[in-house]
């Protein structure tokens, strides 16, 4: 069955540096993967999206990469600041012709000052 | 900026009971979506509703569930006879051409 992995539940990094978290998956080949941002009691809100022929995409202080032979993906922020934290979700496409997102379990980024 | 919303915010019920939560896409999107999440849990597909009928819809959806856009503006869930484990937090998305999905701010179900 698929499966999606994201590192850690948790990272603790300092203000000023990059924070990179990762999303494995197994067992599809998404066209394409999202990542979302969920803040606690809130809606996960839409960040960034990279389709499986690009290798990198960026949005201000955010990038991430795609490498559909690993199955995986890096989120980084950088230059990262306290209003960074959150829960960032990986949601890889389930395939073509299906919009529906499945989520993993997320990775809480916490930024000390 | 267009934004879903949701009502009511916080829906406590006895077990057994019916809910109907409420969802009100963005005005000119197409594709609209219920997921939940647990507490301390991912969060789950339930379905997704276009033209007016289903168009995927998980496991976790069953007969127990429903969905309506009642009229143009409106989507929403139905739980006929509610559990204990469908306490959760409820959000609807919608979508309009391209891939990304808005979320609303949730509904928290809390069964008794």
């Known amino acids: 069955s698929q499966k999606i992995e994201q590192n850690s539940e948790a990272l603790n990094i300092q203000e000023g540096k990059t924070a990179t978290l990762t999303c494995n998956y197994t067992?599809?080949?998404?066209?394409?993967l999202q990542w979302y941002r969920q803040d606690p009691g809130r809606g996960p809100v839409f960040l960034l999206l990279i389709r499986e022929n690009e290798k990198e995409k960026r949005k201000e202080r955010l990038k991430v990469t795609f490498d559909t032979t690993l199955k995986q993906s890096l989120f980084h922020i950088t230059a990262s600041q306290p209003a960074d934290s959150a829960t960032y979700l990986c949601a890889p496409a389930k395939g073509a012709g299906s919009y529906q997102l499945t989520f993993g379990k997320g990775t809480k980024l916490s930024v000390i000052p | 900026e267009p934004e879903v919303t949701q009502t009511p915010s916080h829906q406590v019920t006895q077990m057994g009971q019916e809910v109907i939560l409420r969802c009100v896409p963005i005005s000119n999107h197409l594709y609209f979506y219920w997921y939940r999440q647990i507490l301390g849990q991912k969060v789950e597909f339930l379905v997704s509703?276009?033209?007016?009928?289903?168009?995927?819809k998980s496991e976790i959806f069953d007969d127990q569930f429903s969905v309506e856009r009642p009229d143009g503006s409106n989507f929403t869930l139905k739980i006929r006879s509610t559990k204990l484990e469908d306490s959760a937090m409820y959000f609807c998305?919608?979508?309009?051409?391209?891939?990304?999905?808005?979320f609303g701010p949730g509904t928290r179900l809390t069964v008794l």
């Open positions: 509703f276009y033209n007016n009928e289903i168009s995927e």
């Open positions: 067992n599809y080949s998404p066209a394409y």
């Open positions: 998305a919608s979508r309009g051409e391209g891939y990304e999905q808005f």
